[in-house]
Protein backbone atom coordinates (compact mmCIF):
# COMPACT_ATOMS: atom_id res chain seq x y z
CA UNK A 1 0.00 0.00 0.00
CA UNK A 2 1.46 3.36 -1.15
CA UNK A 3 1.41 6.51 1.16
CA UNK A 4 -0.63 8.20 -1.24
CA UNK A 5 -3.36 5.69 -1.47
CA UNK A 6 -4.44 6.88 2.54
CA UNK A 7 -6.69 8.85 2.34
CA UNK A 8 -6.55 10.37 6.15
CA UNK A 9 -3.37 12.34 7.58
CA UNK A 10 -0.61 9.95 7.98
CA UNK A 11 2.78 11.84 9.29
CA UNK A 12 6.19 10.44 9.84
CA UNK A 13 8.69 10.37 12.79
CA UNK A 14 6.01 11.95 15.23
CA UNK A 15 7.14 13.23 19.20
CA UNK A 16 5.27 10.90 21.22
CA UNK A 17 5.43 13.48 24.09
CA UNK A 18 3.01 15.10 22.01
CA UNK A 19 0.18 12.58 22.25
CA UNK A 20 0.42 11.55 25.32
CA UNK A 21 -0.54 12.40 28.87
CA UNK A 22 2.54 11.87 30.47
CA UNK A 23 4.42 14.63 28.05
CA UNK A 24 7.54 12.25 27.37
CA UNK A 25 8.97 9.77 24.71
CA UNK A 26 10.82 9.84 21.60
CA UNK A 27 9.59 9.38 17.86
CA UNK A 28 6.81 7.28 16.30
CA UNK A 29 8.02 5.81 13.21
CA UNK A 30 4.36 7.04 11.72
CA UNK A 31 0.75 8.29 13.21
CA UNK A 32 -2.06 7.44 11.08
CA UNK A 33 -5.46 9.35 11.31
CA UNK A 34 -7.79 6.85 9.21
CA UNK A 35 -10.93 8.66 7.80
CA UNK A 36 -13.42 5.56 7.62
CA UNK A 37 -13.30 1.88 8.17
CA UNK A 38 -12.04 1.06 4.18
CA UNK A 39 -9.03 3.81 4.70
CA UNK A 40 -8.15 1.86 8.34
CA UNK A 41 -8.03 -1.65 6.49
CA UNK A 42 -5.78 -0.20 4.04
CA UNK A 43 -3.72 1.72 7.06
CA UNK A 44 -3.35 -2.07 8.31
CA UNK A 45 -2.20 -3.16 5.04
CA UNK A 46 0.17 0.25 4.71
CA UNK A 47 1.95 -0.73 8.18
CA UNK A 48 1.95 -4.43 7.09
CA UNK A 49 3.88 -3.72 4.10
CA UNK A 50 6.54 -1.55 6.14
CA UNK A 51 7.22 -4.80 7.85
CA UNK A 52 6.89 -2.80 11.13
CA UNK A 53 4.21 -3.31 13.73
CA UNK A 54 1.12 -1.37 14.50
CA UNK A 55 -0.98 -0.39 17.72
CA UNK A 56 -3.78 1.40 18.30
CA UNK A 57 -3.58 5.05 20.35
CA UNK A 58 -6.11 6.63 22.24
CA UNK A 59 -5.95 9.79 23.89
CA UNK A 60 -2.55 8.24 25.00
CA UNK A 61 -3.22 8.59 28.74
CA UNK A 62 -2.12 4.99 29.67
CA UNK A 63 0.83 4.68 27.53
CA UNK A 64 4.13 5.34 28.41
CA UNK A 65 6.65 5.51 25.39
CA UNK A 66 10.75 5.34 25.93
CA UNK A 67 12.99 7.98 25.14
CA UNK A 68 13.94 6.11 21.68
CA UNK A 69 10.74 5.99 20.41
CA UNK A 70 9.42 3.13 18.71
CA UNK A 71 9.38 1.69 15.22
CA UNK A 72 5.72 0.97 14.79
CA UNK A 73 3.20 2.34 12.73
CA UNK A 74 0.48 4.06 15.58
CA UNK A 75 -3.32 4.08 14.06
CA UNK A 76 -5.73 6.55 15.65
CA UNK A 77 -9.11 6.54 14.97
CA UNK A 78 -10.10 9.80 16.63
CA UNK A 79 -11.52 10.82 13.17
CA UNK A 80 -13.62 8.17 12.88
CA UNK A 81 -16.67 9.92 14.77
CA UNK A 82 -20.47 8.71 15.02
CA UNK A 83 -22.50 8.16 17.86
CA UNK A 84 -26.31 6.53 17.56
CA UNK A 85 -29.00 5.57 19.77
CA UNK A 86 -31.94 2.96 19.41
CA UNK A 87 -34.58 3.86 21.76
CA UNK A 88 -35.83 0.97 23.86
CA UNK A 89 -38.51 0.37 26.38
CA UNK A 90 -35.98 1.13 29.27
CA UNK A 91 -34.06 3.28 27.58
CA UNK A 92 -31.47 2.81 24.63
CA UNK A 93 -28.60 1.01 22.90
CA UNK A 94 -26.46 3.41 22.40
CA UNK A 95 -23.56 2.69 19.12
CA UNK A 96 -20.59 4.83 19.46
CA UNK A 97 -17.06 5.17 18.09
CA UNK A 98 -14.07 3.27 18.98
CA UNK A 99 -12.44 6.86 18.68
CA UNK A 100 -14.84 9.15 20.48
CA UNK A 101 -13.74 11.00 23.74
CA UNK A 102 -15.00 8.81 26.54
CA UNK A 103 -16.57 12.23 28.52
CA UNK A 104 -17.92 13.53 25.28
CA UNK A 105 -19.46 10.65 25.26
CA UNK A 106 -21.03 10.11 28.89
CA UNK A 107 -21.92 14.09 28.83
CA UNK A 108 -24.15 13.13 25.84
CA UNK A 109 -25.62 10.52 27.68
CA UNK A 110 -26.39 12.47 30.58
CA UNK A 111 -27.45 14.85 28.45
CA UNK A 112 -30.35 12.34 27.05
CA UNK A 113 -30.90 10.94 30.69
CA UNK A 114 -29.27 7.53 29.83
CA UNK A 115 -27.36 5.69 32.64
CA UNK A 116 -24.94 3.23 32.87
CA UNK A 117 -21.54 4.95 32.35
CA UNK A 118 -21.57 8.44 34.47
CA UNK A 119 -19.03 7.30 37.46
CA UNK A 120 -16.41 6.86 34.57
CA UNK A 121 -16.99 10.87 33.93
CA UNK A 122 -13.75 12.15 33.00
CA UNK A 123 -11.55 9.28 32.71
CA UNK A 124 -9.41 10.86 29.75
CA UNK A 125 -9.44 8.65 27.46
CA UNK A 126 -11.41 7.29 23.96
CA UNK A 127 -13.96 4.62 24.58
CA UNK A 128 -11.30 2.08 22.10
CA UNK A 129 -8.71 2.55 25.00
CA UNK A 130 -11.38 2.36 27.76
CA UNK A 131 -12.48 -1.15 26.40
CA UNK A 132 -9.10 -2.56 26.10
CA UNK A 133 -8.24 -0.85 29.78
CA UNK A 134 -11.79 -1.75 30.98
CA UNK A 135 -11.35 1.52 32.19
CA UNK A 136 -13.42 2.15 35.76
CA UNK A 137 -14.13 4.35 38.41
CA UNK A 138 -16.44 4.79 42.10
CA UNK A 139 -16.71 0.85 41.24
CA UNK A 140 -18.20 1.09 38.04
CA UNK A 141 -16.81 -0.74 34.92
CA UNK A 142 -16.83 0.25 30.82
CA UNK A 143 -17.61 -3.38 30.48
CA UNK A 144 -20.57 -3.25 33.15
CA UNK A 145 -23.13 -2.30 30.32
CA UNK A 146 -21.65 -3.00 27.08
CA UNK A 147 -23.64 -5.40 24.81
CA UNK A 148 -21.07 -6.03 22.04
CA UNK A 149 -18.49 -4.14 20.22
CA UNK A 150 -16.86 -4.47 16.37
CA UNK A 151 -13.46 -5.34 16.21
CA UNK A 152 -11.14 -5.16 13.27
CA UNK A 153 -8.39 -7.71 13.13
CA UNK A 154 -4.25 -6.84 11.29
CA UNK A 155 -5.74 -8.69 8.28
CA UNK A 156 -8.49 -5.89 8.12
CA UNK A 157 -11.45 -8.77 9.33
CA UNK A 158 -14.21 -7.39 10.72
CA UNK A 159 -15.96 -9.55 13.30
CA UNK A 160 -18.45 -8.34 16.35
CA UNK A 161 -18.38 -10.26 19.97
CA UNK A 162 -21.85 -9.92 21.88
CA UNK A 163 -21.18 -9.47 25.40
CA UNK A 164 -21.65 -13.37 26.43
CA UNK A 165 -18.60 -14.06 23.85
CA UNK A 166 -16.74 -11.14 25.76
CA UNK A 167 -14.55 -12.04 29.26
CA UNK A 168 -13.46 -9.02 31.28
CA UNK A 169 -11.63 -8.65 34.42
CA UNK A 170 -10.07 -6.32 36.84
CA UNK A 171 -8.31 -3.66 34.20
CA UNK A 172 -8.59 -6.58 31.51
CA UNK A 173 -10.46 -7.32 28.55
CA UNK A 174 -10.39 -9.60 25.62
CA UNK A 175 -9.25 -7.36 23.06
CA UNK A 176 -5.90 -8.21 21.64
CA UNK A 177 -3.21 -6.19 20.97
CA UNK A 178 -3.50 -6.65 17.52
CA UNK A 179 -7.36 -5.69 17.25
CA UNK A 180 -8.95 -2.44 17.01
CA UNK A 181 -12.38 -1.42 18.57
CA UNK A 182 -14.07 0.25 16.27
CA UNK A 183 -17.22 0.78 17.58
CA UNK A 184 -19.15 -0.39 20.90
CA UNK A 185 -22.82 -0.84 21.90
CA UNK A 186 -24.06 -0.10 25.28
CA UNK A 187 -27.33 -0.99 27.12
CA UNK A 188 -28.20 2.44 29.43
CA UNK A 189 -30.73 2.85 31.09
CA UNK A 190 -33.49 5.64 31.53
CA UNK A 191 -32.52 8.20 34.55
CA UNK A 192 -33.33 11.19 35.60
CA UNK A 193 -30.79 13.83 33.79
CA UNK A 194 -30.90 16.40 36.67
CA UNK A 195 -29.78 13.04 39.15
CA UNK A 196 -27.25 12.48 36.61
CA UNK A 197 -25.33 15.70 36.46
CA UNK A 198 -25.50 15.98 40.05
CA UNK A 199 -23.45 12.64 40.48
CA UNK A 200 -21.17 13.39 37.31
CA UNK A 201 -20.35 16.88 39.26
CA UNK A 202 -19.80 14.64 42.28
CA UNK A 203 -17.43 12.26 40.27
CA UNK A 204 -15.72 15.17 39.12
CA UNK A 205 -15.02 17.16 42.02
CA UNK A 206 -13.77 14.01 44.01
CA UNK A 207 -11.35 13.68 41.21
CA UNK A 208 -9.82 16.87 41.51
CA UNK A 209 -9.62 16.60 45.09
CA UNK A 210 -7.69 13.14 44.91
CA UNK A 211 -5.72 13.54 41.85
CA UNK A 212 -2.63 15.33 40.70
CA UNK A 213 -4.79 17.18 37.97
CA UNK A 214 -1.58 20.01 37.78
CA UNK A 215 0.56 18.06 36.25
CA UNK A 216 1.46 15.07 33.11
CA UNK A 217 -0.07 11.75 34.37
CA UNK A 218 -0.81 8.46 33.00
CA UNK A 219 -3.44 7.76 35.86
CA UNK A 220 -3.07 4.64 38.18
CA UNK A 221 0.03 3.24 37.63
CA UNK A 222 -0.08 -0.15 39.41
CA UNK A 223 -3.10 -2.46 39.86
CA UNK A 224 -5.02 -2.78 43.10
CA UNK A 225 -3.35 -6.16 44.79
CA UNK A 226 -6.49 -8.00 45.67
CA UNK A 227 -8.68 -5.74 48.43
CA UNK A 228 -5.74 -3.41 48.84
CA UNK A 229 -5.19 -0.23 46.68
CA UNK A 230 -1.58 0.22 45.23
CA UNK A 231 -2.05 4.02 46.55
CA UNK A 232 -1.86 2.85 50.18
CA UNK A 233 1.14 0.19 49.90
CA UNK A 234 3.34 2.90 48.24
CA UNK A 235 2.39 5.06 50.76
CA UNK A 236 2.83 2.61 53.61
CA UNK A 237 6.79 1.68 51.24
CA UNK A 238 7.14 5.71 52.35
CA UNK A 239 7.62 6.63 48.81
CA UNK A 240 4.96 9.85 49.21
CA UNK A 241 6.95 12.35 47.33
CA UNK A 242 10.21 10.73 46.50
CA UNK A 243 11.84 11.34 42.90
CA UNK A 244 13.64 10.35 40.31
CA UNK A 245 14.66 13.16 37.79
CA UNK A 246 11.47 14.97 36.97
CA UNK A 247 9.30 11.88 37.99
CA UNK A 248 7.80 12.19 41.10
CA UNK A 249 5.63 9.65 43.65
CA UNK A 250 3.10 12.30 43.75
CA UNK A 251 1.99 13.66 47.14
CA UNK A 252 -1.67 13.68 46.56
CA UNK A 253 -2.30 10.11 45.37
CA UNK A 254 0.79 8.01 46.03
CA UNK A 255 -0.65 5.83 42.98
CA UNK A 256 0.64 8.20 40.39
CA UNK A 257 3.59 9.10 38.99
CA UNK A 258 3.73 12.89 37.89
CA UNK A 259 6.55 14.69 35.31
CA UNK A 260 7.62 17.89 37.31
CA UNK A 261 8.26 19.04 33.52
CA UNK A 262 11.90 17.83 32.60
CA UNK A 263 11.05 14.07 33.12
CA UNK A 264 12.77 11.78 31.02
CA UNK A 265 10.68 8.87 30.23
CA UNK A 266 13.66 6.47 31.84
CA UNK A 267 13.08 8.48 34.87
CA UNK A 268 9.26 7.27 34.96
CA UNK A 269 10.39 3.56 34.25
CA UNK A 270 13.18 4.22 36.66
CA UNK A 271 10.64 4.99 39.41
CA UNK A 272 8.31 1.93 38.13
CA UNK A 273 11.03 -0.33 39.25
CA UNK A 274 11.79 1.37 42.29
CA UNK A 275 8.58 1.59 43.83
CA UNK A 276 8.26 -2.15 43.04
CA UNK A 277 11.76 -3.17 44.44
CA UNK A 278 10.53 -1.22 48.02
CA UNK A 279 7.39 -2.73 47.94
CA UNK A 280 8.48 -6.11 47.35
CA UNK A 281 11.64 -5.72 49.82
CA UNK A 282 9.22 -3.78 52.68
CA UNK A 283 6.15 -5.01 52.71
CA UNK A 284 6.40 -8.38 50.76
CA UNK A 285 4.18 -7.76 48.05
CA UNK A 286 4.37 -7.39 44.26
CA UNK A 287 2.95 -4.54 41.84
CA UNK A 288 1.83 -5.01 38.69
CA UNK A 289 1.64 -2.28 36.11
CA UNK A 290 -1.76 -1.28 35.39
CA UNK A 291 0.02 1.53 32.58
CA UNK A 292 1.40 0.36 29.22
CA UNK A 293 5.24 1.02 28.44
CA UNK A 294 6.03 1.11 25.17
CA UNK A 295 9.68 0.61 23.84
CA UNK A 296 11.39 -0.41 26.16
CA UNK A 297 12.68 -3.56 25.88
CA UNK A 298 15.41 -4.20 23.50
C1 LIG B 1 -5.45 11.95 35.08
C2 LIG B 1 -5.81 10.53 34.69
C3 LIG B 1 -6.81 9.88 35.38
C4 LIG B 1 -7.15 8.56 35.05
N1 LIG B 1 -8.15 7.92 35.74
C5 LIG B 1 -8.51 6.68 35.43
C6 LIG B 1 -9.56 6.00 36.14
O1 LIG B 1 -10.18 6.56 37.02
N2 LIG B 1 -9.85 4.73 35.78
C7 LIG B 1 -9.18 4.08 34.79
O2 LIG B 1 -9.50 2.92 34.50
N3 LIG B 1 -8.17 4.69 34.10
C8 LIG B 1 -7.83 5.96 34.40
N4 LIG B 1 -6.82 6.57 33.70
C9 LIG B 1 -6.07 5.83 32.67
C10 LIG B 1 -6.62 5.97 31.23
O3 LIG B 1 -7.29 7.20 31.06
C11 LIG B 1 -7.52 4.81 30.87
O4 LIG B 1 -6.84 3.58 30.90
C12 LIG B 1 -8.13 5.00 29.46
O5 LIG B 1 -9.11 4.03 29.28
C13 LIG B 1 -7.10 4.91 28.34
O6 LIG B 1 -7.72 5.33 27.14
P1 LIG B 1 -6.87 5.97 25.94
O7 LIG B 1 -7.80 6.24 24.83
O8 LIG B 1 -6.09 7.12 26.43
O9 LIG B 1 -5.92 4.76 25.59
P2 LIG B 1 -4.37 4.80 25.26
O10 LIG B 1 -3.63 5.22 26.48
O11 LIG B 1 -4.11 5.54 24.01
O12 LIG B 1 -4.12 3.24 25.02
C14 LIG B 1 -4.28 2.33 26.07
C15 LIG B 1 -4.40 0.92 25.46
O13 LIG B 1 -5.60 0.84 24.70
C16 LIG B 1 -5.27 0.48 23.35
N5 LIG B 1 -6.24 1.15 22.48
C17 LIG B 1 -6.46 2.48 22.35
N6 LIG B 1 -7.47 2.69 21.49
C18 LIG B 1 -7.88 1.47 21.06
C19 LIG B 1 -8.89 1.01 20.15
N7 LIG B 1 -9.72 1.84 19.50
N8 LIG B 1 -9.00 -0.34 19.96
C20 LIG B 1 -8.21 -1.21 20.61
N9 LIG B 1 -7.25 -0.84 21.47
C21 LIG B 1 -7.09 0.48 21.70
C22 LIG B 1 -3.83 0.89 23.15
O14 LIG B 1 -3.21 0.16 22.11
C23 LIG B 1 -3.28 0.56 24.51
O15 LIG B 1 -3.05 -0.82 24.58
C24 LIG B 1 -6.46 7.90 34.01
C25 LIG B 1 -5.44 8.58 33.31
C26 LIG B 1 -5.13 9.88 33.64
C27 LIG B 1 -4.05 10.59 32.88
Not at 66 to 74: A, F, H, R, V, Y
Not at 235 to 256: D, R
Amino acid sequence: MEWKSIKGTLMKDVPMKRYTSMKVGGQAAFLAYPTDETDLADTLQFAGDKGIGYRFLGNGTNVIVSDKGINETLIRITKMKHTRYIKTKWGALADVSGGVSLRAFIKDTAQKGLSGLEKLYWIPGTVGGGIKMNAGSFGQSISDTLEEIRLINGKSAISTLTKDQLQFGYRKSPVHRSDCVISARFALKNRDKKEMLRDMDYVYSERKKRHPMEYPSAGSVFKSVGSEPAWKLIEKAGLKGFSLGGAQVSEKHTNFIVNLGWAKAQDIKDLIERIKKEVYEKLGVTLVEEVELWGFNG
